[in-house]
């Protein structure tokens, strides 16, 4: 069975920094891509970050280029979201996805429905 467990998110200062964790269990981190998204209150899941599956390359959202950073540990089958800088505009609450990868070439996901797998999300709250 497939399952993610988001972490790590709370309240933090306009400015500072927060590392939310995906521990992944049930798949082979290898052969998905893992993606990163955030909801907002009365706003649509918004996807910042994407891992791909091929070679564990990344990509960002606008929103999150220069900010924030998607790592992994493969040995723990951990995704991280390292954000930095944080703004208030950043408070949501922030998911992990994973789907099945497509072979032959680094893919990155975006859309929500793009993703078979979803955590239950963490609270991040970014106040000025």
């Known amino acids: 069975e497939v399952q993610l467990v988001e972490s790590g998110g709370g309240l933090v200062q306009a400015g500072g920094s927060l590392r939310l964790s995906c521990a992944a269990s049930g798949f082979t981190f290898e052969d998905f891509a893992i993606g990163w998204f955030r909801q907002a209150p009365g706003k649509e899941r918004e996807g910042i970050t994407c891992?791909?599956?091929?070679?564990?390359?990344?990509q960002y959202a606008d929103s999150a280029k220069g900010r924030f950073t998607m790592s992994s540990d493969h040995a723990k089958n951990t995704v991280y979201l390292q954000m930095n800088s944080l703004k208030p505009e950043d408070t949501a609450v922030y998911y992990c996805?994973?789907?099945?990868?497509?072979?032959?070439?680094?893919?990155?996901?975006?859309?929500?429905?793009?993703?078979?797998?979803w955590g239950q999300g963490t609270q991040v709250t970014v106040s000025s």
């Open positions: 996805a994973a789907r099945v990868g497509l072979g032959g070439g680094s893919f990155y996901y975006f859309e929500p429905e793009e993703y078979d797998y």
């Open positions: 891992m791909s599956s091929s070679d564990s390359s990344t």
